[in-house]
């Protein structure tokens, strides 16, 4: 009789291990299959915005750069004042601040951006020193504001603009878009979201340094049709160091 109560008992004990086995096995397969989940959320994640800038791309595909945006319209008249800091280079690294919003000319680092790449974002653009000099080299910089920047319409009209002027051998295409933050300096004029700049020698080929501007167009959205004409009427060449690259 003791025998058969020591059997019952060690078959329950039995039974509720193996009921305890089978949960453990069970939460180890909702944690596995809640880890390969979350890591499937994060791949797809990581290349969702790589594919989805690459669809967005598609529609630009058969537009030319003054297709892209909005109306010349949305844009000021060109204005320009004198400027100084040609050749006028200092130490990487040293701070640097700038009257206007955003520069066109003025003292910079002694190093520039190469022209591999045409759009950053606030994560990674370039420094001021160093943009300044990109504009003593002749190329454009279309700044753009922080309402720019949270749009993803407009983010994407950017990256179509940059998709236009892509490549390194010919200079024509000397263009970055830059962002402009409440840290670089006062904010654009109100109601403007963008800005060109260019650093001008007062026409291709001439040498004397009391003619150079920096020239600025300010729109209240993004425009290629006005980018197209601004980089048209200030060419990589009208600027103090036009073959520098």
């Known amino acids: 009789m003791a025998k058969q109560a020591r ?5 329950v004990i039995d039974s509720i291990r193996s009921q305890q086995a089978k949960g453990e096995n069970r939460r180890g397969m909702a944690i596995v299959g809640l880890c390969v989940l979350v890591a499937v959320v994060i791949i797809g994640a ?21 297709d892209i945006g909005a109306k010349a319209s949305v844009c000021q008249k060109v204005t320009t004042k004198p400027a100084e800091g040609n050749q006028d280079h200092v130490d990487v690294g040293t701070p640097m601040s700038y009257p206007d919003a955003p520069p066109a000319f003025g ?23 160093e943009l300044v000099h990109n504009l003593e080299h002749g190329f454009t910089i ?60 007062g026409g291709a080929g001439e040498t004397d340094t009391s003619k150079q501007v920096g020239v600025w167009q300010y729109c209240s959205d993004i ?23």
């Open 7 to 11: 059997t019952d008992r060690q078959a």
């Open 46 to 66: 990581a290349a969702f915005k790589p594919v989805k800038d690459w669809y967005d791309l598609r529609s630009y595909a058969s537009d030319s750069l003054s």
């Open 107 to 129: 003292q910079h680092w002694n190093m520039w951006d190469s022209m591999d790449r045409k759009l950053y974002t606030t994560s990674d653009r370039p420094e001021l020193g």
């Open 142 to 201: 279309l700044w753009y504001d922080k309402t720019i920047a949270d749009s993803g319409e407009k983010m994407s009209e950017l990256r179509g603009i940059a998709s236009k002027l892509q490549g390194t051998t010919n200079l024509r295409d000397k263009f970055k878009a830059v962002p402009w933050t409440s840290e670089d300096g006062k904010a654009f004029p109100k109601g403007q979201h963008v800005a060109f700049t260019h650093w001008s020698v």
């Open 223 to 245: 425009s290629g049709a006005a980018l197209d004409t601004f980089m048209k009427d200030y060419p990589y060449m009208d600027s103090p160091e036009p073959n520098a690259v």
